[in-house]
């Protein structure tokens, strides 16, 4: 059974930084390195559901995150992470980690909160 599993959320003042990790199990990355894609979405209060980054064989960043967080992937870890930088009030949000791949599995994660504060 595959677990997706964030951590690395928590409250953080504007300008602030923080690292989000999702570690898999029941998984191994290596298994899909450019034909599966893992992504990070994030949920504010009130708002649908948005793609923050993802990785596959190449990255991707929602134009509100771009410059400030890089999303990688540690293969012998099963783990990706975001790096946030430069955090404002507005990337307030739960963030989902996603692991989605093209034999059509889909896997969410439980979410991690993220607080900054201004």
């Known amino acids: 059974q595959v677990q997706l599993v964030e951590s690395g959320g928590g409250l953080v003042q504007s300008g602030g930084s923080l690292r989000l990790s999702c570690a898999a199990s029941g998984f191994t990355f290596s298994w899909c390195v450019s034909s599966c894609v893992m992504s990070w979405y994030r949920q504010a209060p009130g708002k649908e559901r948005e793609l923050v980054a993802d990785i596959s064989g190449r990255t991707n960043y929602a134009d509100s995150v771009k410059g400030r967080f890089t999303i990688s992937r540690d293969n012998a870890k099963n783990t990706v992470y975001l790096q946030m930088n430069s955090l404002k009030p507005e990337d307030t949000a739960v963030y989902f980690c996603?692991?989605?791949?093209?034999?059509?599995?889909?896997?969410w994660g439980q979410g991690t909160q993220v607080t900054v504060s201004s």
């Open positions: 996603r692991l989605a791949t093209d034999w059509g599995a889909d896997y």
